[in-house]
């Protein structure tokens, strides 16, 4: 009798993300990963072009980040993390505050990007009730996507990723992202709403991943941060895709003066390798949970809060990622997009061309009206499976976002093959 392939057997008893299991094309079998490539169960090797859903920063099975987690391992795999602490979660701490905001003081750990806003909503809402005040309203850009669970899916612009679930989130005020010309209109609309009930303003600086690679400029961010923190509006930097790199510098807030009140984080942050959310927030935040009233606890937690194993490799990823030779990386595959964008330039078939630090995307001209369920994701998607390239399009915004050890040589094939696909429809 035949073995069932591990793609078959996956079809028999899997449920995939994001995915349409009835006509969804058998899913591709990976059993390896080394740099840039990953190998399939017949050892064909695929490039990763969007690094696993923008996680991988060093490549996959990277042997610095393997040799910490096996040590940690023999060490300590997991611990309650309310009135217990480990090695690896303080280190990591001690390590990452000086990267980010010097206003940035006080690390909270969760489990994902998702969890980390939720973390972040939580602080903010229950900062101005520990203060006595009614706070209980958000401001967040149109098109933002801030992750699936309900307080996350709250400030996300309603999409097909909310559409289910509209009436049962919360109310968000949601406005255009800021450009040269709109501060005065912007500034406007924000006036129009009771200011005394917003709570935080919620953003992903630079660059609106799920969105569709939507990017903004810096200084009109940065003009429209410092107008709602001189109204008492606590700022949410939500780095959680942008952060480590992808947007060129190491974070996407060094672009901005006003430093946010709160910071998520994730993704990035373990080089791809294990799941762990960071929300970071200044001393203001934090003190206003300190109190001999318990009802000022912030009531927050996961079952793998501060998970030993997936602070260390963080830790080890944090090595990778300070090494001169990863901005170096950075810069190279910057200058690489920037050659390809003239040429992406000169193309009837695309419009938007755009581009910030490793972060390549482009819209693909269709009858269909632009978006996430824009039909035309099938057919490249099929086009970049056979041609062995790991490109996930948004709908019709096709993008570019590798792993920083991609080789000049891997790049050329992926650009190469983006242009074959733009020759063939």
């Keep these: ?16 993300p994001y995915t349409q299991m009835q006509t969804a094309p058998q899913p591709i079998a990976i059993t390896r990963g080394e740099g840039a490539l990953l190998f399939d169960d ?34 300590l795999q997991h611990i309650i993390f309310s009135g217990y602490t480990h090695a690896p979660a303080v280190e990591l701490a001690e390590r990452l505050l000086p990267l980010l905001p010097a206003n940035q003081k006080r ?14 909503l939580k602080m903010s809402l229950q900062y101005w009730d520990n203060k006595g005040q009614r706070r209980h309203k958000f401001i967040a850009f149109k098109n933002a996507y801030h992750g699936d669970t309900f307080g996350a899916m709250s400030v996300s612009g309603r999409s097909v990723f909310t559409r289910v679930f509209d009436d049962l989130l919360f109310e968000v005020h949601f406005i255009d992202l800021p450009a040269a010309d709109n501060f005065d209109t912007l500034k406007a609309t924000i006036e129009a709403l009771d200011l005394s009930t917003i709570a ?55 672009n901005c003066s006003t430093q946010p009140d709160m910071i998520c984080l994730s993704k990035g942050l373990t080089g791809g390798s294990m799941a762990l959310g960071v929300t970071t927030c200044t001393s203001t935040i934090y003190d206003a949970f300190l109190s001999n009233d318990k009802l000022k606890t ?28 990863c901005a170096t990386n950075r810069q190279r595959i910057h ?8 040429q992406l330039q000169q193309s009837p078939k695309i419009k938007a061309p755009r581009l910030q630090g490793t972060i390549l995307a482009f819209d693909i001209i269709t009858t269909n009206a632009d978006g996430y369920t ?26 570019v976002l590798p792993p920083y050890c991609i080789t000049d040589a891997q790049l050329q094939e992926v650009y190469d093959c983006i242009s074959d696909l733009l020759q063939s429809i």
């Design 1 to 16: 009798m035949q073995q069932m392939t591990l793609a078959a057997r996956d079809q028999q008893v899997i449920w995939h």
């Design 42 to 75: 017949q050892q064909n090797a695929y490039i990763d072009a969007t690094s696993s859903w923008w996680v991988n920063i060093h490549g996959h099975a990277h042997p610095h980040i393997a040799e910490m987690l096996s040590k940690q391992a023999f060490q």
């Design 107 to 120: 690390v909270f750990y969760s489990d994902n990007g998702s969890t980390a806003v939720e973390v972040a």
């Design 200 to 254: 935080a303003f919620i953003f992903e600086p630079l660059v609106q991943g799920a969105g569709g690679m939507l990017m903004y400029e810096a200084a009109p961010l940065d003009q429209l941060l410092a107008w709602l923190q001189s109204h008492q509006i606590l700022l949410i930097a939500d780095e959680v895709m942008t952060g480590f790199g992808r947007t060129g510098k190491n974070f996407a807030m060094e």
């Design 298 to 325: 912030l009531f927050h937690g996961h079952s793998f809060t501060a998970n030993p194993l997936a602070c260390s490799v963080a830790l080890a990823s944090l090595d990778l990622f300070t090494d001169p030779a």
């Design 335 to 342: 200058e690489a997009h920037t050659r390809f964008l003239t």
């Design 374 to 399: 824009n039909n035309i994701a099938d057919q490249l998607h099929r086009f970049f499976r056979e041609r062995r390239v790991m490109l996930r399009p948004l709908g019709n915004t096709l993008y």
